[in-house]
């Protein structure tokens, strides 16, 4: 039920406090506990696993049209690049007169 609610959340992008419990079966505050608990678990990482072994048994893995999505993939040490990098310092307010 709690991963119900989850599923919920994520393709409605809803509340937690709007899932509706009669449908889902489980308040939105239980479903974003079980996923607190369940990421602080690493259940993640491991269904994910799981489900790519899956489809590999089953011959439906194609990685033919894959994408690598930068975000989950750590820079070490900044990374390396030949682009100066900008400041995130803040600058003088533009003059208004």
Known sequence: MALAGIVYVLRTGVAWR?????????SGVTCWRRLRDWTEAGVWPRLHQLLLDELRAA????????????SHVRALKGGT????RRSTEAGPAPSTT
């Open 59 to 70: 011959g439906l893995l194609d990685l033919n049209d894959a994408a690598i999505d930068g």
């Open 81 to 84: 690049t030949s682009a100066r």
């Open 18 to 26: 709007d899932v509706p419990a009669s449908t889902i079966g489980c």
